[in-house]
């Protein structure tokens, strides 16, 4: 299984592991054009043999949705359609917030939280995803 949290100029990732019980970061995407952010989650696809994607949907606190929850939902679709997998969004409310107070918590300098914000982002996401499945 794959997480991503899609930022406009990022894509935060993580794997979960064979069991689908815990989520482990990857490398996080600069984003450059739509063919080249494809060909690398193809990349990670592949190596990591995912057949399920969960990508993070940044609703408004209300739970609205918002511009950039619409763009998510559209990259979702683009996905499905790319690479034929089941692609699930999941409530990333606070999400961000949450990775950055962790990150700020194991005092961090700015430039290392910033560099591994979007990575927290994918697992925090993910693992809720495998938390609440778990518990289905």
Known sequence: MLGL???????????SDPLGITAQGLPTIR???????FELLERVIQTHDV??????NPLRLSGA??????????????LRSRF????RLWDERL???QANRLLREAELSIQKRAAAV???????????????????
């Open 5 to 15: 949290d899609v930022g406009s100029k990022t894509i935060g990732m993580a794997v």
């Open 31 to 37: 984003r450059k054009n739509k063919r080249t952010d």
């Open 51 to 56: 057949a399920e994607i969960v990508v993070g």
């Open 65 to 78: 949705e918002s511009r950039q929850s619409e763009k998510v939902a559209a990259f979702a679709e683009d």
């Open 84 to 87: 034929g997998l089941p692609v």
């Open 95 to 97: 999400t961000s917030v």
């Open 118 to 136: 979007d990575r927290l982002a994918a697992v925090l996401i993910l693992q809720a995803w495998l938390d609440a499945r778990g518990r289905r």
